[in-house]
């Protein structure tokens, strides 16, 4: 991010001190992982990269997913394993001042757009 801002193609605007809820499967991994039958994902190099910039440059990183509670230590694991910064990990859905997702800013877009 330059000047404490990320803005993307589309207009949309990362500043340092927002909260950016980042979604875990198919955003932070690359692919469909059926992990209820032990399947293990790959991160996505480019979003954790984006991700990471935004932490460092004071934006509040919370991953946010669809997968029950009972995931929550293998997410923190593969997390921490893959080297992204996170503040919070929440298996629902919540408020946010940037969506990060694959339903709304593309993984591949936000990353596009830390790299400039």
Same mark, same amino acid.
């Given at each position: 991010?330059? #000047?404490?801002?990320? *803005? !993307?193609?589309?207009?949309?605007?990362?500043? &340092? +001190?927002?909260? =950016?809820? %980042?979604?875990?499967?198919?955003?932070?991994?690359?692919?469909?992982?059926?992990?209820?039958?032990?399947?293990?994902?790959?991160? #996505?190099?480019?979003? *954790? !990269?984006?991700?990471?910039?935004?932490?460092? &440059? +004071?934006?509040? =990183?919370? %991953?946010?997913?669809?997968?029950?509670?009972?995931?929550?230590?293998?997410?923190?694991?593969?997390?921490?394993?893959?080297?992204?910064?996170?503040?919070?990990?929440?298996?629902?859905?919540?408020?946010?001042?940037?969506?990060?997702?694959?339903?709304?800013?593309?993984?591949?877009?936000?990353?596009?757009?830390?790299?400039?």
């Amino acid at each position: 991010m330059t #000047d404490n801002e990320l *803005v !993307d193609d589309h207009g949309a605007q990362v500043d &340092a +001190g927002d909260r =950016v809820l %980042v979604d875990f499967d198919n955003t932070l991994t690359e692919g469909d992982v059926a992990y209820w039958e032990g399947e293990r994902p790959d991160p #996505d190099d480019d979003v *954790v !990269d984006a991700v990471n910039e935004c932490y460092f &440059a +004071g934006c509040t =990183v919370i %991953v946010w997913t669809a997968r029950p509670w009972s995931e929550a230590a293998r997410l923190a694991a593969h997390l921490t394993e893959w080297g992204v910064r996170w503040h919070g990990l929440r298996c629902d859905k919540g408020s946010g001042d940037v969506y990060v997702d694959d339903k709304a800013l593309r993984p591949d877009t936000f990353a596009d757009a830390t790299s400039n």
